[in-house]
């Protein structure tokens, strides 16, 4: 059974903070990531994907994927009030078309 | 209209009842999904289309039955559903090369979701 992990938080980061969000997977032969954004009551949003080994950057967004660790992370830089919201992460679509989200870190940034 | 479009964005059925969920996408994508959210759960696919023809059948109830005509538009059929069964339906559509090539076919972009409530 292919999982994705992550913890289900409230992650609570004050206004400016770095929010760091993880995420674990159990197929090694993974090799495409990616975060999605969901807010209350909305559908979820893509915003970053990544394809391989190390950073990738985005404006405030850095993705960050270790295959060897089967570990990703999505930072946050200057974190903002509006980027309180749900976090997907995702991966897995690649010898089908079956993309195994986890259940979400839910992000709560204090003014 | 632009992107992913789903009618209704609220459904209320009886058990006896037959309804569909209908979903259209703008963007010239050419596989589209059906994701089942439900509270506290992570999102699970349904069904997938790639270019009209059902790829995957992530063992969902025959109550659940998918529709794609062509490669913008994708029905659910829903009879006999159980109370079980209300949730979020989320569409989505992503593109997928006709050599098969998948890497971008995880870049979903999902409708706005059919909130569904069986009584």
């Known amino acids: 059974q292919k999982e994705v992990e992550q913890n289900s938080g409230p992650l609570s980061v004050p206004e400016g903070a770095i929010a760091s969000l993880n995420c674990t997977y159990s197929?090694?032969?993974?090799?495409?990531f990616f975060w999605y954004r969901q807010y209350s009551g909305k559908s979820p949003e893509l915003i970053m994907s990544?394809?391989?080994?190390g950073d990738k950057e985005d404006g405030r967004f850095t993705a960050q994927l270790n295959k060897a660790s089967q570990y990703v992370s999505l930072l946050i830089r200057d974190s903002q009030p509006s980027d309180s919201a749900t976090y997907l992460c995702?991966?897995?679509?690649?010898?089908?078309?079956?993309?195994?989200f986890g259940s979400g870190t839910r992000l709560l940034v204090r003014p | 209209e632009t992107g992913v479009t789903q009618t209704p964005r609220h459904l209320v059925m009886g058990m006896t009842n037959k309804k569909s969920l209908k979903c259209e996408q703008h963007?010239?994508?050419?596989?589209m999904y059906w994701y089942k959210q439900s509270a506290k759960k992570p999102l699970e696919l349904m069904f997938v289309?790639?270019?009209?023809?059902?790829?995957e059948n992530n063992s969902v109830p025959s109550r659940f039955s998918p529709e794609c005509p062509n490669s913008s538009h994708l029905f659910l059929h829903l009879h006999t559903l159980q109370p079980e069964d209300s949730a979020l339906y989320l569409c989505?559509?992503?593109?997928?090369?006709?050599?098969?090539?998948?890497?971008?076919?995880?870049?979903?972009?999902f409708g706005e979701g059919s909130r569904l409530t069986v009584l």
């Open positions: 989505a559509s992503s593109h997928v090369t006709s050599g098969g090539y998948k890497i971008r076919a995880g870049e979903l972009f």
């Open positions: 197929d090694r032969g993974s090799q495409s």
């Open positions: 990544i394809y391989s080994n």
């Open positions: 995702a991966g897995g679509m690649d010898s089908s078309y079956k993309l195994i």
């Open positions: 963007l010239g994508h050419n596989a």
């Open positions: 289309y790639n270019f009209k023809e059902q790829t």
